[in-house]
């Protein structure tokens, strides 16, 4: 059979397929070789990123100074791979390879070891000229600080890589700044504005720095009695120039009758509250602390067994009083105890220290008063007044400091200053005497307080740009823990309405106090005297108001007496058997037709 070859029939040569072929490798190599390439390049590009990570992490880390200057605190002189956080970090420490907590060397992220070096320019401004320099000024830090940062490594594909970065580092404290990087601070809070109060018996402390006043926000504590307690509630506020609060301080203080559980006394270990220096913020802040004490086993006496037999309750607060107030004394089966509290982070604790008294003064009401208060008053003397008083204040406080250098000596300094009324020139204006009454009225004769807690560890301590340490005639008043209050009602007066004087009366203090006011003396009983009101259980009472009656051109001794201890803001004894010292206070008054 013979066959024929079909025109029509297609198909491939074997040359034609070898070319197919080889295309075909040359693809697949390609694809491969681009492959690799983009293994290697994903590889680099990971590398660089962590090294870029490294040196943001060290720019962040240089940043997070705590202290601008080494003579701050504790901050040690010297940077060293020893320093730590958060109080050891200084702007001053920033230099080539030195600076915040991360070393410069070799550091391993992942697979691939770095070497982290940077070099650091301080730069300053100098006199009127605004282009930064290099070359020093007689400033004690520069004004901020350039730092190259960079980051080598070898990887396996190549040798020297190199990732740098170029950051400007500010001189700024941190406390002064809302983008604070400082843990320990979280940053400034709100700017709240204070009203200060125009009652007259808010007396304003000019602290004598950029227009910082301090002052008790009520004209009176707020007083209330239930049961055997009383409470005595007060607040402070320091407000600078612009109205700004600086700080706000809430006080509550009040004595208590608990039970004596009886058996051995206990270390316990609770937290309480004490006033400490913030290096950082450089003020005087509140915190707590954990403190183990041997107080007895107390807790409240609510059955009657003190002085009120059969009265409600005590006030809720006498729960943590009883529980951790320092013993007092114990008799039988009750013991008294006496608490200053302070609101810390929002809740009352007993604070620390007792309260410690270096002034009580008498002080006719109307000296401070305006024009709606004695004939002739003005609102300029009544300044005037303030301003004598203010003065007064600040200079004890600054004295007492002087003279008290140690803790020790603080605590055992005795002398409670009486003398404002010499100081003020008793009281006399060039038209007004403050000393002098109209018969038939009443008006409000008022007993101020000073109390100081010695200042914490640190108060001392120089701020920038300061060659010296303040000394206690040189701090500013601001970081002085120091309340000045009005205790008119928290005091025993006299002559009061039973004619008796102190040594007269009943040892136990709340007995001088009587039931009756002055208000009740009328017909043959009318005579010049001050209310020794009693406070109730609650309610308004006019303790310290003088009822000028009888006409006498005669000095009438009005006195005013109050504990000078840790209970002087309590109107209460500690008991019969442990009463503590008192202080008496005086002002000469005459009555006129």
């Known amino acids: 059979m013979k066959l024929r070859n079909n025109p029509n029939q297609k198909g491939f040569s074997l040359i034609e397929v070898m070319i197919a072929v080889l295309v075909l490798g040359i693809g697949i190599l390609a694809v491969s070789k681009l492959q690799g390439t983009l293994i290697k390049s994903g590889a680099d590009a990971n590398e660089r990123s962590a090294a870029a990570s490294l040196i943001q992490r060290k720019a962040d880390d240089l940043r997070r100074f705590i202290h601008i200057t080494t003579s701050e605190a504790t901050v040690p002189d010297v940077w060293s791979s020893t320093i730590t956080s958060p109080l050891s970090i200084a702007y001053k420490h920033i230099a080539t390879n030195k600076g915040g907590l991360i070393e410069n060397g070799s550091i391993t992220v992942g697979n691939t070891e770095y070497n982290l070096t940077w070099t650091v320019k301080d730069y300053y401004y100098s006199g009127t000229d605004t282009k930064a320099t290099t070359t020093p000024s007689t400033a004690s830090y520069p004004d901020f600080k350039m730092a190259h940062i960079i980051a080598t490594w070898d990887s396996a594909s190549s040798i020297n890589n190199v990732v740098s970065f170029d950051t400007v580092i500010e001189a700024y404290r941190p406390s002064s700044t809302a983008l604070d990087t400082n843990p320990t601070t979280g940053g400034t809070g709100p700017v709240i504005p204070y009203d200060p109060q125009q009652q007259p018996d808010v007396v304003p402390i000019t602290l004598g720095i950029d227009g910082l006043k301090k002052e008790t926000t009520k004209p009176l504590p707020d007083l209330s009695r239930k049961g055997d307690s009383v409470l005595v509630k007060f607040e402070t506020v320091t407000y600078s120039n ?16 608990c039970t004596n559980q009886g058996g051995s006394n206990n270390p316990v270990s609770r937290l309480y509250g004490l006033t400490t220096w913030d290096d950082t913020e450089e003020k005087v802040i509140d915190t707590t602390s954990s403190q183990s004490l041997t107080i007895s086993k107390t807790n409240v006496d609510n059955s009657g067994s003190g002085e009120i037999s059969g009265s409600d309750d005590q006030a809720p607060e006498c729960y943590t009083c009883c529980r951790d107030g320092d013993d007092i004394t114990t008799s039988g089966s009750t013991t008294f105890k006496v608490c200053r509290m302070k609101r810390v982070d929002g ?26 208060g004695k004939a002739g008053m003005t609102s300029t003397l009544q300044q005037g007044n303030i301003d004598l008083y203010s003065s007064y204040i600040a200079s004890l406080v600054r004295s007492v400091l002087v003279a008290n250098v140690s803790k020790t000596d603080f605590e055992n300094y005795t002398t409670v200053d009486t003398t404002f009324h010499i100081d003020a020139t008793s009281f006399v204006n060039t038209s007004i005497d403050h000393k002098s009454f109209d018969q038939n009225i009443s008006e409000t004769i008022q007993a101020r307080a000073l109390y ?3 200042p914490p560890d640190g108060v001392y301590t120089k701020i920038e740009n300061q060659s010296t340490l303040y000394t206690a005639a040189t701090v500013p008043l601001d970081r002085i823990p120091f309340y000045e209050i009005n205790m008119t009602e928290l005091a025993g007066w006299i002559p009061d309405e039973d004619q008796l004087v102190f040594g007269v009366h009943d040892p136990s203090y709340t007995k001088e106090h009587d039931s009756d006011d002055c208000s009740g003396l009328t017909g043959g009983n009318a005579r010049n005297c001050i209310s020794n009101e009693e406070l109730a259980d609650a309610g308004a009472y006019e303790r310290g108001m003088f009822n000028a009656d009888t006409v006498t051109t005669l000095d009438i001794a009005i006195g005013s007496r109050i504990y000078t201890n840790s209970d002087g803001v309590v109107d209460r004894d500690r008991n019969a058997g442990n009463i503590d010292k008192t202080i008496n206070s005086t002002v000469s008054l005459t009555v006129s037709p």
């Open 242 to 257: 612009s109205l700004d609060t600086v700080k706000r301080e809430e006080f509550t203080t009040l004595n208590c009758y």
């Open 452 to 454: 100081i807690d010695f």
């Open 347 to 372: 809740i009352l604790r007993v604070f620390t220290d007792p309260w410690k008294m270096f002034a009580f003064n008498v002080i006719p009401a109307t000296y401070f008063n305006d024009a709606d």
